[in-house]
């Protein structure tokens, strides 16, 4: 059972001293069988006046600061610990497979569907039924599919064939942009494969944390999508539940992945979001430092509680 430290660290650099309006964190990680929360700490700087703490619609904590005053910086360094378990994709009995079938809809269960349906609302256009193209070159051409091949060779195919790059502006590509540059951040990737599979009437989400990248032996490739938050996605299935995929990575399964927020828009799992009042001139720009280590058991020990701190 590994344990996990990752700090993530965001700091504002502003000319002259600017005002600032509430400020939104999604930082804590959610607790799960997979994921147990050991300690937590975040320093911000400026001391905001009031810090709350509340749960979206979704089970995501949020955290809300408000500030007073003027300052020429703004900073916010999250520090959790956790114990991490990987655990089988398809849980403990992958002899239960879940199959579609051209024209049919997928078996979710009829008390299932009515909070399933947004999440299989497609979110972005299609004229040309490109993208469902795509989707179906996954599905046998007569028969049924297992879903869970179909799925786990897609996100194979899309770690295989599309490009990984960092794209600093905000916002996510068009899946179709992404199927036809063929490649993107990791949050274009997952929600192509999002869109890729609710066309296919699956219920997936976007999912927002951060990813592990352990040390690998010599000629094994190393994940990507570290030193920034990371983007993945989970698909519903009838027999497994909500199974993570990060195409990104070509992992199926929780592996290496700390999950922090799920959403059905990406636009609901910001990391960090605010405002400032100044003039355009006076913001200099923005840094982002996120590192994810693997912590021995004697580095455990002396990790601190639960705790909270402002600076």
């Not at 993530?8 to 964190?25: I, K, S, W």
């Not at 502006?169 to 997952?190: I, K």
């Not at 352990?214 to 539940?241: D, E, N």
Request: hydrophobic share 40%.
């Amino acid at each position: 059972m590994p344990v996990l430290s990752v700090r993530h660290l965001t700091r504002y650099q502003y000319r002259n001293p600017v005002a600032f309006g509430d400020h939104r964190m999604m930082f804590r990680p959610r607790e799960g069988c997979d994921q147990r929360l050991l300690s937590s700490s975040l320093l911000i700087s400026p001391t905001p006046s009031q810090l709350r703490h509340v749960q979206d619609v979704f089970g995501n904590w949020i955290g809300i600061a408000r500030f007073q005053g003027r300052s020429r910086e703004l900073s916010f360094e999250s520090r959790i610990v956790l114990d991490h378990t990987p655990l089988p994709a398809f849980g403990d009995h992958p002899g239960d497979v879940d199959v579609y079938v051209r024209g049919e809809s997928i078996a979710y269960a009829e008390d299932d569907l009515p909070d399933l349906e947004r999440s299989i609302e497609r979110q972005h256009d299609d004229p040309a039924g490109d993208l469902a193209a795509w989707a179906q070159s996954f599905v046998r051409r007569s028969g049924p599919t297992s879903l869970q091949h179909l799925l786990a060779e897609m996100t194979q195919a899309i770690y295989a064939d599309f490009r990984y790059g960092k794209r600093l502006e905000h916002g996510v590509q068009t899946p179709l942009a992404t199927l036809e540059r063929r490649g993107g951040a990791c949050r274009d990737l997952a929600m192509l494969m999002i869109e890729a599979v609710r066309s296919l009437g699956l219920a997936a989400q976007f999912v927002s944390g951060y990813i592990h990248s352990p040390s690998r032996k010599p000629g094994q490739k190393t994940s990507v999508g570290g030193g920034h938050t990371h983007a993945w996605l989970r698909v519903y299935l009838p027999s497994s539940g909500w199974v993570e995929f990060d195409p990104t990575n070509g992992i199926v399964g929780n592996t290496d992945l700390i999950r922090v927020a799920v959403a059905r828009d990406p636009r609901q799992a910001t990391p960090l979001q605010g405002a400032w009042a100044g003039l355009p001139a006076d913001y200099l720009g923005m840094e982002v430092e996120v590192d994810v280590t693997s912590l021995e058991g004697d580095q455990v020990s002396v990790m601190p509680s639960l705790a909270l701190a402002f600076g």
